[in-house]
C-alpha cells in the first residue's frame, strides 16, 4: 500500500513538474526543462511536436560542435526561438544546420549564431538527442487556452496590462488566490458529519499553499528575466562617420545614452556586461527605482575593417528584496545565483506566512457543532 502510494505520489509530482515547466517556458519565452520543435528541419533527430531535455545554456558549459541549440534567430522564419545543430564555428559566431535541411542557416540570410543568441542546449545521453513526443502538441493547446484567456479577460476589465508575457504571471497569480479562496470557503462551509477520526482526508492546505507561493515565485522570476537577456547593436564600420551609433568610422569609438527602465513597483538592481569585444558600459551596475529611469552609457569601438559587425551586451535584472551587497556576492559566483536566492525568500516566505494563517493540515469534514473554517481563520486574523 505504502509503495503504490509512493508511485502515484512520483508520478503526481512529475506531472506536476511537466505542467510548471511548460507554463514557465511560455512566461519566460524560452525553454524551461523541455523544449520543442514546429517543423521537420531537425528530422529524423526530432519530429515535428518532439520535445526534448532542454539545459539552460549558462549550465551548459561550452557548446560544441554536434550540440543540438535553441537560439535567438534573427532571420529564420521571421526570427524567434529556432533548435538547429551546431555544424561549424567562425570568428562571429557558432554556424547552424537542421539536421533535414541541405544547407546552413548561414548560407541563407541568418547571420553566425553567438553565445548572447543561445538560451539551451538539448540535453544528449549517449551522444543523442532523448526525443518526448507529443509535447509539442500540448505546449500548443495550453498556449492557445492561456491567450485566449487573456484576451478575453483583458477585453471584460478594459485593460491591456493582462496581455503578454506579464500578464500571464499575473493571471497565474490570480488564479492561485481565487482557487486558495475557493478551497477555503467550500471547504469550511461544509457540515457533514465525522464519520472516519482516524484518517486525514481532503485538500492538503500545505498543497494549496505552496502551489500559490510557486505562483508568485514564477510572477517574480518573470519579472527578472523577461525584460532581461541580450540586446543586440548592429554597426557599419565605414571609412567616413555619420550622425548616431549604427554608422561609425573604421577604427573609432562612438558612444550613445542606454537608457534603463523600471515599469514596476519594487526596486531593481540591474548589472550590463558586454558579450562581444568592443563594446563598453558605464555604470556597469545600476539600481533603478520603482516607476523610473536610469540612463547609462554604451560605447562601441568599430573593427579597423569596414563591413556590418553585431554587438551585444547582456543585461541581468534582480528584485532588490535583498541587500545590493548580498546579491553582488551572489551574481559573481553566477547570474542565475540571485534569482535562486530571491525566488527562495519569496516562495518561502509565502508558504510559511500562508501555513502559519491558515492550518497545518488537511481540510477534513467536520462535526455539525464543529467551527468552520472560515470561522477558525477569522479568529486567527483576530
Known amino acids: 500500500m505504502a509503495l503504490r502510494r509512493g508511485v502515484a505520489v512520483a508520478v503526481e509530482g512529475a506531472v506536476a513538474l511537466f505542467l510548471v515547466a ?4 511560455q512566461v519566460l519565452g524560452q525553454p524551461v526543462l523541455l523544449g520543442y520543435v514546429t517543423t521537420g528541419s531537425m528530422q529524423p533527430t526530432l519530429e515535428p511536436g518532439d520535445g526534448f531535455v532542454a539545459v539552460p545554456a549558462e549550465v551548459a558549459g561550452p557548446v560544441e560542435e554536434g550540440d543540438v541549440v535553441t537560439f535567438r534567430a534573427e532571420e529564420i522564419q521571421g526570427g524567434g526561438l529556432t533548435t538547429h545543430r551546431v555544424v561549424g564555428e567562425t570568428e562571429r559566431g557558432y554556424v547552424t544546420r537542421g539536421d533535414n535541411n ?26 543523442e538527442v532523448l526525443a518526448v513526443p507529443g509535447v509539442g502538441a500540448f505546449v500548443t493547446l495550453t498556449q492557445g487556452v492561456l491567450t485566449e484567456g487573456q484576451r478575453r479577460l483583458a477585453a471584460a476589465l478594459g485593460t491591456r496590462s493582462l496581455l503578454g508575457t506579464q500578464g500571464l504571471a499575473y493571471l497565474l497569480v490570480g488564479l492561485s488566490v481565487a482557487a486558495y479562496v475557493a478551497d477555503l470557503l467550500v471547504g469550511g462551509g461544509r457540515r457533514r458529519p465525522e464519520r472516519d477520526t482516524g484518517r486525514e482526508t481532503g485538500t492538503s492546505v500545505r498543497l494549496v499553499v505552496a502551489v500559490f507561493a510557486a505562483a508568485v515565485v514564477l510572477s517574480a522570476t518573470a519579472t527578472m528575466v523577461v525584460p532581461a537577456g541580450p540586446q543586440e547593436f548592429g554597426v557599419v564600420s565605414a571609412e567616413s562617420d555619420s550622425p548616431g551609433i549604427r554608422i561609425v568610422e573604421q577604427g573609432t569609438t562612438e558612444s550613445t545614452r542606454y537608457v534603463l527602465g523600471n515599469g514596476g513597483f519594487v526596486p531593481m538592481v540591474t548589472y550590463v556586461d558586454p558579450a562581444s569585444d568592443g563594446v563598453a558600459f558605464e555604470p556597469s551596475a545600476a539600481v533603478i527605482p520603482p516607476q523610473s529611469t536610469v540612463n547609462a552609457t554604451l560605447t562601441l569601438t568599430a573593427p579597423p575593417d569596414t563591413g556590418y559587425y ?16 548580498t546579491i553582488r556576492a551572489l551574481y559573481g559566483v553566477h547570474p542565475w545565483a540571485p534569482i535562486v536566492a530571491i525566488d527562495g525568500l519569496l516562495g518561502g516566505s509565502f508558504y510559511l506566512l500562508g501555513v502559519a494563517l491558515v492550518d497545518t493540515g488537511r481540510v477534513r469534514s467536520r462535526s455539525r457543532d464543529g467551527p468552520s473554517r472560515l470561522d477558525r481563520l477569522r479568529s486567527r486574523l483576530t
Open 22 to 25: 511548460m507554463v514557465a517556458g
Open 102 to 127: 541541405p544547407f546552413t542557416d548561414q548560407d541563407g540570410d541568418e547571420p553566425p549564431v553567438t553565445e548572447a543568441q543561445i538560451v539551451a542546449v538539448a540535453w544528449r545521453p549517449g551522444g
Open 310 to 325: 553585431r554587438y551585444f551586451v547582456v543585461e541581468h535584472r534582480y528584485l532588490l528584496l535583498l541587500p545590493q551587497s
